[in-house]
């Protein structure tokens, strides 16, 4: 009898955790009509200019296209993207560092929200082209597919959890502050 019941405790909970992963992986889609499809990027927080940035401002910033490859649940991805480094947006923002430290922007994070709700966290190290070989970027396309909003490539990570689709905000952080 504690096998049969075992049995259903694994399988309600194998369902459980599936259901879950559904809803927050990061290439799961969903249609949330309170977001617009072409709603711009809010960025906010520990900055001296906040602002709102539409998919035809990110696109006027410096390109980059990267080759990356990463893990997902449903196996290895391998995809070619082009758009603009995060540290292009977040040097028009001006974030608030750390006064009088060699390298003020260590101590700022940034936080990265999609139109779901995923969000995913950098620091502005991997973001930097100064610091990171491969620096974070918003893509505008992939595999010459023009998206319909931002999302956010890590090309430095192994597995694609920080990859946030239909990226609607960056809130950046001081954490020294």
Same mark, same amino acid.
């Given at each position: 009898?504690?096998?049969? /019941? ?23 889609? +969903? ?38 490859? %990463? ?13 603009? !480094? ?6 028009? +923002? ?10 003020? !922007? ?15 966290? &950098? ?14 970027? !918003?893509? %505008? ?5 023009? /998206?319909?909003?931002?999302? &956010?490539?890590?090309? +430095? ?11 609607? +905000?960056?809130?950046?952080?001081? !954490?020294?502050?």
């Amino acid at each position: 009898m504690s096998t049969i /019941l075992g049995r259903r405790y694994l399988l309600l909970t194998v369902t459980a955790l599936l259901t879950v992963a559904a809803c927050v992986c990061p290439g799961a889609r +969903a249609d949330h009509p309170s977001v617009p499809t072409h709603a711009p990027v809010v960025v906010s927080g520990d900055v001296d200019v906040p602002r709102n940035w539409a998919l035809e401002e990110l696109r006027d910033l410096p390109g980059r296209t990267e080759t990356v490859t %990463f893990q997902t649940h449903a196996g290895p991805r391998t995809h070619t993207y082009t758009g603009c !480094l995060l540290d292009s947006v977040l040097a028009a +923002a001006k974030p608030h560092g750390r006064a009088g430290q060699t390298n003020p !922007l260590l101590p700022v994070a940034v936080v990265v929200t999609g139109a779901d709700g995923y969000t995913a966290t &950098l620091s502005w190290a991997e973001t930097a082209p100064t610091v990171s070989p491969k620096p974070a970027m !918003l893509a %505008f396309s992939e595999d010459t597919r023009v /998206l319909d909003r931002p999302r &956010l490539v890590v090309p +430095a990570d192994l597995v694609g959890a920080r990859y946030v689709t239909d990226v609607v +905000a960056l809130r950046v952080v001081n !954490l020294a502050a």
